[in-house]
C-alpha cells in the first residue's frame, strides 16, 4: 500500500528532475528549489532576493503580467514563488490532467521575467510593506532577530530584507542577481502526483532545456551578531525565543537530534509543552523545532507569555532544555517515533508536500529517502544513541532573543 | 468514495465518507456551539472548555490523554468558532479505535477545579497573544460591530475580565446545556468500513445524554458605523470592512464565493491588480463568510497610515463597477477553474474532507461529494452571478481600523 517509485534524472544543464508517481491521485505538484536565497543577497543589500521572489509573477516572455495570471489560472494552478534564506523556490499545483500545460508556463516565468523599471518599483514597494507589517508582528520580527544571532553572515540573512538596505538595492542588483543566481546547476525540480513519469520528464527537459548553466557561488561563514538582545516593543505579551547549535539534515547524526527536539517539543505530551503550559500554566504557545539549511542548523526555541510571568518561563525552558539528556524513558522515544512515522504516511495523501519533500532530499542528501528507509531508520534509534547526543550536543551557551515591554534577567542562559 | 449515516439513540449523529485507497482515516465531533449561544456573563466558555475537554476524565488524566494521542501518533487538536466548538484527530487506520475513545472523552471531560485554575491561566496567555495580533483585533472588533446587539458579535475568546470572572460551576452548566448528543455531528472520513466504525462508536458514545438544545437565528441589522482603535506604535494601519452576503443556507452562496475570488483573492484579482500589483499596500482582499441565519462580506486592507483614505476609495471604485457591470465570462471561467482546482487538492486528504462534510451537515443537513461540488462550481452562470449582485451588492456597512490613525477623513468610509 505505501510502496513508492522514483524515476530521477539530470537534464544536460545539470537541472536534476525527481518524479513520484502516484496514481491513485487526483492533482500533481511541483516544486522547483534553487540556491539562489538571501544568503546570496550582496552585502548590504538585503532584499535583492525578496524583489526578484516578487517580480517573477508580474510577467515573463511575451506574456504581460495579467495574461501570466490569466494563463495559469485557466489551468487553475495555485502557485507561489517565495525567496528563503537558502533557496528560491517555485511551488505549484494543480489537477493532474493540467500538470503538463503548466510545466512551459512555469519555465517561462522562472526563466524570463520583466526585470523592468515598471516591476522593480513596486515589487521593491511591496517588500517595503511587507516589512512594515511585520513590525507589528513581534513574533516574526522575534524569528528574523533570533536567526540573526545565531547563525553567522551570510546565513544570518534575513530573507524579508531590511529597512536600512531597502533603499540600497538598485534593478542591476536584482539582475545581477537572476543573472548569476538563477541558474540550473545545483538546482532541483520535484514533481509528484498522478503523471506519467517519462511524459513529463520529456516535458521537462522541453521546457528547461534552454535553461543556461552558471556558476555556483560558495559562500564563507563570518561574524554571528551578539546577543542576548532585546528589543523594546510595546506588546502584552514578552515573545522569547531560544537558539543552540545542532546537526544539520545531512549529518549522520540527524535522526538522534530530530529525536531530542522531539521529546522537548513533539506533540502535546512533550516536556516543554508539560512542564511549561499544562503544569503551570505560563503560556500558550511553546515550541521548540530544528532549523537546518544545507550546511548548518539551529534548534529554535519559543514561548509567548505576559510579561510578568516572562521571566518564569525562560527559567523553566532553559531548565528543561538542560536536562534533556535526562531520564529518557522508551515509551517517550517510542511516542516521537509513532508521531513521525504517521506524519510520513500521511504525506503519501498529498501531492504537495510530496513534492517538497523529492526536491528537499535531492538537495541536501543526494537523493529521495523512502519510506520504508526512513522507518528503518527510525526503528534503529535507540535511548542510549539519542541520550548520548544530547549529553555531546548539549548546549554550552544558548543565544536568547526578547520582544517585549521589559528585559530579562539573562543569566540562566549564559 | 461511499457516504453513510446513521443516528444513535441518544440522538448522536453520525456521517461517513469513506475511501480504501487512502492511508488515514480522520474523525470529527462537530459540536454545534462557540460564543454566540453564550450569555454575557460567560462569555469565552466554549473557547475555555475545548481547552478543559483535554483534562481527561475519572479514567484518563490530562497527562494520559495528550500522551495516548501522541502514542498513536495522532494529528489532532480543537478549534472554537462563533458556532462551532470541533475536536478532530487523523491517525492512521490501525488506530482508528484509541482514537475514537479519547475523543468520546472529550466530549465528557471531568472539569476539575484545580485544572480550571491552572488553564484559566492558559486562555489569559492566549488572550494576550492575539492581542499582539493586530488583524486579529481588527476580526474581533468588526465582528462586535458589525454585530452589535446580535449573538454573532460575541467574542470567542471573551475578555480578561470575563476569563476571569468565570467559575467552573457556570462552565459545567453550560457543558450540559449545549454538550447534548442531538447537538453533535460525529463526521468521518478516510480508510475504514463502516459497519466497524459504527460499532467502535457504539462502544464509547452511547452514554453522551440525549437532550434538545437550540439557538435563536435574530435578523442582522448592522447600523453604518466607523470605528478605530488607535495603537499608536503600530506601523502599518489594519482596515477591516463588513457588509451582507447570503446566510449559510442560501444557494447563492456558491455565486458569493466564486465572486469573492473574482474580486478579492489575494492573486489575480481585481482587488489585487489595483491595489496589491501597484504596491499601494501589503494586502488587500475581499472574503465571503457563512453563519446560521447570516452571511458577510469582509475586507481586509493593511497600507501605510496616510494612504488608507487613497486605498478605501480604490478599493470602493473595484466594488462600485462590480456592482455597476457584473463580471466578464473570462473572470467567470478562471474563478472556477481556481475554485475546482482548490476543491480536488483539498479532497485528496481526508483531514482536508473532514471540515467540508461536517460543516455541509451542521449548517445544512446536506452531504456533497468532492464531484458534486465541482459540479455546482461549474455549473454557475453569469446569470447568476447578476442576480446575486442584485440581491446582495459589495456594500460596507462597517468599518475597523487598528493603528496610529485617531480618525478617517469623512466622506470616505460609509457612516
Request: charged share 20%.
Amino acid at each position: 500500500m505505501t510502496t513508492q517509485q522514483f524515476d530521477t534524472c539530470t537534464l544536460d544543464n545539470g537541472l536534476r528532475v525527481v518524479v513520484q508517481s502516484m496514481p491513485g491521485m487526483q492533482s500533481a505538484a511541483l516544486t522547483l528549489m534553487i540556491p539562489a536565497g538571501s544568503v546570496y543577497d550582496p552585502d548590504g543589500k538585503a532584499g535583492t532576493t525578496a524583489i526578484l521572489s516578487e517580480i517573477f509573477s508580474r510577467g515573463a516572455g511575451d506574456l504581460s503580467a495579467r495574461e501570466l495570471s490569466s494563463a495559469f489560472d485557466n489551468i487553475g494552478l495555485q502557485r507561489s514563488v517565495s525567496g528563503g534564506v537558502g533557496y528560491v523556490t517555485v511551488s505549484a499545483a494543480t489537477t493532474a490532467d493540467r500538470i503538463l500545460d503548466a510545466v512551459p508556463l512555469i519555465a517561462k516565468m522562472l526563466l524570463k521575467p520583466h526585470i523592468t523599471p515598471e516591476n522593480f518599483a513596486p515589487s521593491r514597494e511591496l517588500v517595503h510593506q511587507a516589512l512594515n507589517a511585520m513590525e507589528d508582528e513581534p513574533k516574526q520580527r522575534l524569528g528574523q532577530y533570533l536567526r540573526r544571532c545565531s547563525y553567522p553572515t551570510p546565513f544570518s540573512n534575513p530573507s524579508e530584507g531590511t529597512m536600512e538596505d531597502l533603499p540600497n538595492v538598485s534593478i542591476a542588483d536584482v539582475q545581477s542577481h537572476f543573472d548569476s543566481l538563477i541558474i540550473p546547476n545545483d538546482a532541483v525540480l520535484g514533481i509528484a502526483g498522478n503523471v506519467d513519469s517519462a511524459e513529463i520528464q520529456q516535458a521537462l527537459a522541453d521546457a528547461f532545456g534552454s535553461w543556461k548553466p552558471g556558476t555556483p557561488r560558495q559562500l564563507i561563514a563570518g561574524a554571528v551578531t551578539p546577543s542576548p538582545m532585546h528589543i523594546e516593543h510595546d506588546s502584552a505579551q514578552t515573545h522569547i525565543g531560544l537558539a543552540w547549535d545542532t546537526v544539520p539534515y545531512i549529518h549522520d547524526r540527524y535522526f538522534e537530534a530530530w529525536a531530542t527536539v522531539s521529546l522537548l517539543s513533539g506533540g502535546m505530551s512533550s516536556r516543554l509543552f508539560t512542564e511549561v503550559r499544562e503544569k503551570r500554566g505560563l503560556c500558550y504557545a511553546i515550541s521548540a523545532s530544528i532549523n537546518t539549511q544545507k550546511e548548518m542548523a539551529r534548534v529554535f526555541g519559543y514561548a509567548g507569555t505576559t510579561n510578568e510571568r516572562a521571566q518564569e518561563t525562560l527559567e523553566v525552558m532553559v531548565a528543561e532544555i538542560r536536562r534533556i539528556h535526562e531520564c529518557i524513558t522508551e515509551d517517550e522515544l517510542q511516542r516521537c517515533k509513532a508521531r513521525a512515522k504517521s506524519t510520513l504516511i500521511m504525506q503519501q495523501e498529498s501531492t504537495m508536500s510530496r513534492s517538497s519533500s523529492l526536491a528537499r532530499d535531492t538537495l541536501f542528501i543526494g537523493r529521495v529517502r523512502g519510506l520504508q528507509e526512513i522507518r528503518d531508520m527510525l526503528d534503529a534509534l535507540t535511548v542510549d544513541q539519542v541520550r548520548d547526543f544530547a549529553i555531546e550536543y548539549a548546549p554550552k551557551s544558548m543565544v536568547l532573543v526578547t520582544i517585549g515591554p521589559e528585559s530579562l534577567d539573562t543569566t540562566c542562559v549564559s | 468514495m461511499q457516504f453513510h449515516k446513521h443516528t444513535f439513540p441518544n440522538g448522536l449523529q453520525v456521517i461517513a465518507e469513506l475511501n480504501p485507497a487512502v492511508y488515514s482515516v480522520a474523525a470529527g465531533f462537530f459540536v454545534r456551539t462557540g460564543s454566540r449561544d453564550e450569555t454575557e456573563e460567560v462569555s469565552g466558555v466554549s473557547h475555555f472548555l475545548e481547552h478543559m475537554a483535554f483534562k481527561g476524565n475519572d479514567k484518563y488524566s490530562a497527562d494520559d490523554v495528550n500522551r495516548i494521542f501522541d502514542e498513536i501518533g495522532a494529528n489532532y487538536n480543537a478549534s472554537t468558532g462563533e458556532e462551532v466548538t470541533m475536536y478532530y484527530a487523523a491517525v492512521l487506520p490501525e488506530y482508528l479505535d484509541p482514537a475514537m475513545e479519547l475523543l468520546a472523552i472529550l466530549m465528557r471531560p471531568s472539569l476539575l477545579q484545580a485544572d480550571f485554575d491552572m488553564e484559566k491561566n492558559v486562555i489569559l496567555e492566549e488572550i494576550g497573544m492575539y492581542d499582539d495580533q493586530p488583524s486579529f483585533t481588527a476580526y474581533d472588533t468588526i465582528m462586535a460591530t458589525h454585530f452589535a446587539n446580535h449573538p454573532l458579535g460575541q467574542s470567542i475568546l471573551g475578555t480578561k475580565e470575563s476569563i476571569t470572572a468565570l467559575t467552573s460551576e457556570q462552565m459545567r452548566r453550560y457543558h450540559a446545556e449545549r454538550y447534548t448528543a442531538s447537538n453533535m455531528t460525529l463526521a468521518v472520513t478516510g480508510n475504514t468500513d463502516f459497519e466497524s466504525l459504527i460499532a467502535i462508536i457504539e462502544k464509547y458514545c452511547c452514554d453522551i445524554p440525549s437532550g434538545v438544545c437550540d439557538r435563536a437565528l435574530p435578523e442582522v441589522k448592522p447600523v453604518n458605523s466607523v470605528r478605530l482603535l488607535t495603537r499608536e506604535s503600530s506601523v502599518q494601519q489594519h482596515i477591516m470592512q463588513m457588509g451582507i452576503a447570503p446566510k449559510g443556507t442560501d444557494k447563492r452562496r456558491f455565486a458569493a464565493e466564486l465572486l469573492s475570488v473574482i474580486v478579492g483573492d489575494d492573486c489575480g484579482s481585481r482587488l489585487f491588480w489595483e491595489l496589491v500589483d501597484p504596491g499601494y499596500v501589503e494586502a488587500a482582499d475581499l472574503g465571503y463568510n457563512e453563519y446560521d441565519g447570516a452571511g458577510t462580506w469582509m475586507t481586509y486592507l493593511s497600507c501605510m497610515p496616510d494612504e488608507v483614505e487613497k486605498n478605501l476609495a480604490r478599493m470602493q471604485n473595484v466594488f462600485d463597477e462590480v456592482n455597476r457591470n457584473g463580471v466578464t465570462v473570462e473572470e467567470l471561467e478562471q474563478a472556477k477553474n481556481k475554485v475546482a482546482s482548490r476543491i480536488v487538492l483539498r479532497g485528496e486528504r481526508p483531514m482536508g474532507r473532514l471540515t467540508s462534510l461536517g460543516a455541509n451537515w451542521v449548517y445544512r443537513g446536506e452531504y456533497n461529494d468532492v464531484a458534486d461540488d465541482l459540479q455546482i462550481v461549474r455549473g454557475l452562470s453569469l446569470q447568476d452571478m447578476t442576480e446575486l449582485l442584485q440581491v446582495f451588492p459589495i456594500v460596507m456597512n462597517t468599518t475597523v481600523g487598528v493603528g496610529p490613525r485617531k480618525e478617517l477623513e469623512a466622506g470616505r468610509v460609509p457612516a
